[in-house]
């Protein structure tokens, strides 16, 4: 029988695992490449939802889903959370095109659930809601930095519910970014009150501070 030195057995041995050990690196390497885009997709969606659900941020949600939708353009659940969001944003329009592909997609999954939701949605005019027109205000004001528009969009709110605690804030803040300081503290009076009845310590504490300003 044909035998090998020892040291030879050993070199051998050497070469041979190094050799395994390269190709599972490239294996695991391969691995690792095809999953980093599926971990980027479901970190945005993730991100997405909390924006929308959490932090009530319909805008930074819409291009997280978006982003979704680039890399995947059938995602079933970015299509959904898409079409929320552009309702949440006050653009039932644009929603509405969402919620056409999603209807599609619910039948042809037999997802009966989200098809329901999406044909209640369908039936529906499109009109834009409160929280929309808040959300819409809250950007414009804090994420714009477009005081005077956003005034409006509170103004509006205030129009269709007089006693909307949100609004009644956000409208105090922007009239003070505008520079209208005067209109502003009859707000900052009213969100006072508010926010003793509702023993919200903290605003409170803020419209005390606000009110201890001049004017």
Known sequence: ???????????????????????????????????????????????????????????????????????????????????????????????????????????????????????ARLAAPDTVGIDAIMASGVNLLHVQNNPSSAAEQFRTVLAKNPTHYGATYQLAVALDRTGKPADARRLWEKVLGMATASKDVQTAETARGRLKQNP
């Open 1 to 119: 029988m044909f035998s090998l030195p020892t040291r030879r057995i050993s070199v051998v041995l050497a070469l041979v695992g190094a050799a395994c050990a390269g190709s599972a690196d490239k294996k695991l390497d391969t691995a690792s490449a095809a999953s980093k885009p599926e971990a980027q997709m479901e970190a945005r969606m993730r991100e997405g939802t909390s924006l929308l659900y959490e932090k009530n941020d319909p805008f930074g949600a819409e291009q997280a889903f978006r982003d979704v939708l680039k890399m995947t353009p059938t995602h079933y659940g970015a299509h959904f959370q898409l079409a929320r969001a552009l309702d949440r944003q006050g653009k039932p329009a644009d929603a509405r095109l969402v919620w056409t592909d999603v209807l599609a997609a619910a039948e042809s999954a037999k997802d009966t659930a989200t098809a329901t939701m999406a044909r």
